[in-house]
């Protein structure tokens, strides 16, 4: 097989970037390890700046999104039981957030890859890619139990935190920045109306959020011990829990129900650096991971297709290669914005194990800022919708 660009991973990275080749009549092919029911059933990110509602839009992919979704104006931070901060996300920045699931997301693609005809290749194994400092790259993989090749101009390496692009990079020329968090989120899923607004809440107990997917599917998290297993959760166990770390009004308003996902994650910060080693390009999660506090994965990952896709539109269009050169600088610049954010969010709505009084005094002095500020508070809010790509 012979291509222009060969895209390893079809998770949003992945399936978004496929799209906007194929809007612009770039030849592609796109392998994928896993099954594509495995994909459109894995329950990950739900919260889309509204720059990432932009570019979906332009790809030509929103139509489900603006029916189904849910345009959110504001969130509330909650603490210490009783404090609720509504931050005005709209009022302060112009700008609001879409609640839209990645699995949704991820469906609307794969039926727009199906329309277009693309070649879009699943179980796909033992995916490698081959000289990606030269004119001729090349990526190998099995499928069908059939050893196959494809030559390429440049590898997109679209394939998650665990896939085999970044690893393509010499260590030599690669530098990685890390942080571990010591906690989990224990994340569930239930068949229940949320709450109107998103709620962050930080309580002496741990960090809870209520979020939402849709009008009757709803997202929970609790901070727990990552050494926890979801064995240790019965459904009622989480449900007392997260009361007990909200404010009792908005406690009372959750409607409860049987869990139909329930999963613990862990907490990262990671970026590698550069996100461009010859043809191969690095795009959302194989280069970088923020804790979900911010919810900037997935749109960290909308943003670096962007930035990718703009520039191999250039380079077929007119063989202008500036966008290409420039896109490791251009698009970690917006990853170490989102990096610093999710930390900043993290740190403030956790409670750390072995904290002192001291870091202790220090959270609650600055959620009191964030309630006194609306400076703070607008400094949050534009964050929080997404700062500009460049
Ligand atoms: C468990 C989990 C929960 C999350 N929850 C949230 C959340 O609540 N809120 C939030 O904002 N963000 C969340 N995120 C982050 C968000 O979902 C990611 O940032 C987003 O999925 C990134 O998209 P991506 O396409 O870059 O990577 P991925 O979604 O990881 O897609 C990469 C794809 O590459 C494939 N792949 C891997 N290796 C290979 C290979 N060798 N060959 C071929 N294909 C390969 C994978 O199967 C996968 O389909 C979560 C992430 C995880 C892992």
Redesign the pocket.
Same mark, same amino acid.
């Given at each position: 097989m012979r291509t222009s660009v060969a895209i390893?991973?079809? $998770?949003?990275? +992945?399936?978004?970037l496929s799209q906007i080749l194929h809007n612009a009549e770039i030849d592609h092919v796109v392998?994928?390890?896993?099954t594509r029911d495995?994909?459109l059933t894995?329950?990950?990110?739900?919260?889309l700046e509204w720059s990432s509602v932009e570019v979906i839009r332009a790809a030509g992919v929103g139509d489900r999104m603006d029916a189904d979704g849910d345009a959110h104006d504001l969130i509330n931070l909650a603490w210490g039981g009783k404090h609720v901060l509504p931050v005005q996300l709209k009022a302060l920045t112009g700008r609001q957030m879409m609640a839209y699931g990645?699995t949704e997301l991820?469906q609307d693609l794969y039926e727009a890859a199906d329309r277009n005809g693309t070649a879009l290749i699943f179980s796909?194994?033992?995916?490698?890619v081959h000289d990606v400092t030269s004119d001729s790259p090349y990526v190998t993989?099995r499928h069908n139990g059939v050893d196959e090749r494809i030559d390429c101009d440049y590898i997109a390496g679209?394939? $998650?935190?665990? +896939?085999?692009?970044r690893a393509a990079i010499p260590e030599s020329e690669r530098t990685e920045f890390e942080r571990i968090y010591p906690f989990g989120?224990l994340?569930i899923l239930s068949e229940t109306p949320p709450l109107p607004h998103l709620v962050y809440t930080n309580h002496e107990r741990g960090f809870g959020l209520c979020?939402t997917r849709n009008p009757m599917l709803s997202?929970y998290?609790v901070q727990c011990p990552i050494e926890d297993s979801i064995d240790d959760w019965s459904d009622d166990r989480f449900w007392s829990e997260l009361a007990a770390r909200l404010p009792t009004h908005i406690a009372n308003d959750i409607v409860t129900g049987p869990s139909i996902e329930k999963?613990i994650?862990p907490l990262r910060s990671f970026v590698a650096e550069p996100m461009r080693h010859g043809n191969l390009l690095l795009?959302?999660?194989?280069a970088h991971?923020?804790p979900?506090t911010?919810?900037?994965?997935?749109?960290?990952?909308v943003s670096?297709v962007h930035l990718l896709s703009q520039a191999l539109i250039a380079r077929y269009a007119n063989g202008d290669t500036a966008g290409l050169d420039q896109y490791s600088s251009d698009a970690l610049h917006r990853v170490w914005a989102s990096v610093r954010f999710s930390w900043w969010m993290t740190t403030l709505l956790h409670r750390f194990p072995g904290a002192t009084d001291f870091e202790q005094r220090m959270q609650e002095r600055e959620l009191e800022y964030l309630a006194s500020s609306a400076a703070a508070q607008t400094s949050l809010a534009e964050q929080y919708v997404g700062v500009p790509f460049v």
């Open positions: 390893i991973g079809a $998770g949003p990275a +992945g399936a978004l392998l994928e390890r896993q495995y994909v894995r329950i990950r990110a739900g919260v990645q991820q796909a194994e033992n995916v490698a993989f679209c394939d $998650g935190f665990h +896939g085999v692009s989120w994340g979020s997202r998290y999963s994650a795009a959302g999660d194989s991971i923020v979900p911010g919810a900037k994965g997935l749109n960290l990952a670096d």
